[in-house]
């Protein structure tokens, strides 16, 4: 009887696995060209290095206009910001292995749960950009942990606390803009 147990189990996880495997290919199969495809490989991407620190939560300048979401690979920073150009929230995230090069982009899919490349249950999942085969996006650990990834998977997951996870979801439906700066 357990031997029969422990095949289901196994059988069960294969077909999640299979499962996750199938819907991220979808996901990154069905963004548009000029939304998915990288603008430079991860390997170009220059070492990071913070902004001015007596302003480290300040908008950048040059970030553009209007709605849209700010993502800073250098500070690790995200800012939300309003139609009339109003920060309406900013946080700080933890970054996958993978960045997305500097560019505009847009959310092109979103899943309230997920399960990460790292294993990990996450909720409030916001996609925006495939990066040499790796999909990038936005999500929280339903744990509430934000680890750095493992430098040796290739990862393209942004870690936001839960509270801040929420607040991506809530704004960056699907096709809002998503600006990537240094």
């Known amino acids: ?55 480290p939560t300040a908008l950048p300048a040059g970030s553009g206009r209007g709605e849209r979401v700010v993502y800073s690979v250098d500070d690790d920073r995200v800012w939300l910001v309003g139609p009339n150009g109003k920060v309406r929230r900013t946080f700080t995230v933890t970054p996958g292995s993978v960045d997305p090069p500097p560019g505009t982009y847009a ?19 916001v996609r925006f950009a495939r990066v040499d085969g790796v999909v990038i996006g936005f999500s929280a650990a339903v ?13 393209g997951g942004i870690r936001e606390s839960r509270a801040d996870g929420n607040a991506m979801w809530t704004f960056a439906t699907i096709g809002e803009r998503i600006v990537v700066i240094r």
């Open 1 to 55: 009887m357990a031997g029969s147990s422990s095949t289901f189990v196994a059988g069960l996880t294969a077909a999640a696995v299979a499962t996750v495997g199938f819907l991220a290919y979808q996901a990154s199969a069905n963004a548009p060209d000029e939304v998915a495809r990288p603008r430079a490989t991860a390997s170009q991407a220059a070492p990071k290095a913070p902004r001015d620190r007596s302003k």
């Open 107 to 125: 959310v092109t899919s979103r899943s309230r749960t997920a399960i990460g490349t790292d294993g990990a249950s996450i909720e409030h999942v």
């Open 143 to 155: 744990d509430g942990s934000r680890r750095a990834p493992d430098p040796a998977v290739r990862t």
